[in-house]
């Protein structure tokens, strides 16, 4: 027997409970002749059709309940959702790398250790962790899409760089450095030439996140790692391109370094050509190499040899001789690998390659690494008799790496 819901009601109330019955379920009839009002029919308890009810009643079931809408939608969630999942747990891990990277930089050993740097245009001298000046060397010397172990084996010399400018006596840093009682100094002639962040942001745009990851990760991946020859850092040279050959530092450096010798470099070969350096009246290259145009000879200035890199030596007019490093310098050459004519009062003056061609050929070391040649093989190649150390502990203790 069915409970009567109007059971125990009051008789003042009856007539208002009965309205409120109508058009309830019956098991028999299904949906009664006078239905609720729409409020009451919403909030009715749902139960599957029985199999002898109206098409009255089947025809009140919500749209989303038919056959055709169920299979689109399980479509839909088939397709949709994986990739909806991918997209979310692909931003998730790329957020915890990002997280996991910047924590390891800034606990990185390179962190905890700053040297001092002189910036002209500031005019003050700032205290900054070896790792971001390492990378804003990088960034001025090499693109940061060259090879992993190309990256590797610069981020080793910049680094050992700063270990010679913090390590040894203030005698083996720049003068610029030296006379604003610092390490190294933001001057790309005194010291290694660097790019500020925002510059890189400016040069890079976009890419810029991305080339900073590049050059992080290279630093992080040699974090401490310096370049030795008998337990003493080395004099961490390296050119943009050699003019095939690297340099002979007997007459670069006026001695001979038993880790700098000359060295062919197939794909600098192959890259370096002459270009125009420029055109000077006897005046102008009086001028720039700092004597009085009556004391230039120009018709009798003249290479007085070559290196066995094929680098020139030295110039000379009869009177007053330049080594060839002075004159690159005076004269602001991009090569030091250079020849001229003189031609009725006017020099000619051209280069071949990029930089003063000592040490590491970065064009080079990108072509190695192309080919599959690792950070250390890149680093033995050029710095032969070499070896590389790390840091330890809080100080500047060297520990050979085996």
């Keep these: 027997m069915q409970n009567n819901p109007l059971r125990r009601t009051p008789q003042k109330h009856l007539r208002l409970a009965k309205a409120n019955t109508a058009g309830t379920w019956n098991d028999r009839r299904g949906l009664s002749s006078n239905p609720s009002p729409p409020s009451r029919r919403m909030n009715s308890p749902s139960r599957p059709p029985k199999r002898n009810e109206s098409p009255r009643a089947i025809a ?41 990277s910047a924590l390891a930089w800034v606990n990185a050993g390179d962190a905890e250790r700053t040297l001092k740097v002189y910036k002209v245009e500031d005019g003050k001298t700032v205290n900054m962790p070896w790792n971001d000046y390492i990378v804003d060397v990088m960034a001025a010397q090499m693109p940061p899409t060259a090879p992993q172990a190309a990256l590797e084996a610069m981020a080793v010399l910049v680094r050992t760089y700063v270990y010679r400018s913090v390590a040894l006596p203030p005698s083996f840093r720049s003068s610029l450095a030296q006379s604003h009682g610092a390490n190294v100094s933001d001057n790309g002639q005194a010291d290694l030439a660097w790019w500020t962040s925002a510059f890189q942001e400016i040069k890079y745009g976009s890419a810029a996140p ?46 001979q370094l038993p880790y700098l010798p000359s060295l062919l470099c197939p794909a600098d070969v192959y890259a ?44 000379a007019d009869g ?65 032969p008799g070499t070896a590389r150390e790390v840091i330890v502990g809080g100080g500047l203790s060297l520990k050979p790496l085996k």
């Design 210 to 255: 991305t080339d900073e990851a590049l050059l992080r990760g290279a630093v992080l991946a040699t974090d401490g790692m310096v370049l030795t020859y008998r337990q003493q850092p080395i004099l961490p040279f390296f050119t943009e391109m050699s003019s095939g050959r690297t340099a002979n530092d007997l007459y670069s450096l006026g001695r």
């Design 319 to 383: 009177a007053v001789q330049w080594t060839a490093t002075d004159f690159v310098s005076r004269l602001g050459l991009p090569s030091a690998d250079f020849r001229f004519t003189i031609h009725n009062g006017t020099i000619s003056i051209r280069t071949k390659g990029n930089g003063g061609g000592l040490g590491l050929s970065i064009h080079e070391a990108e072509a190695m690494a192309q080919k599959g040649a690792t950070m250390p093989e890149i680093l033995s190649h050029f710095f």
């Design 60 to 100: 009140h079931k919500p749209w989303w309940s038919t056959w055709p809408i169920k299979i689109l939608s399980v479509c839909v969630l088939a397709i949709g959702l994986p990739a909806v999942l991918a997209e979310v747990f692909s931003s998730g891990s790329a957020g915890i790398a990002s997280a996991h």
């Design 272 to 315: 370096a050509t002459w270009q125009a350096a420029g055109n000077y009246s006897a005046a102008q290259l009086a001028n720039k190499l700092g004597i009085s145009p009556s004391a230039l000879d120009l018709p009798s200035l003249h290479i007085t040899g070559y290196g066995e890199g094929g680098y020139p030596i030295s110039v």
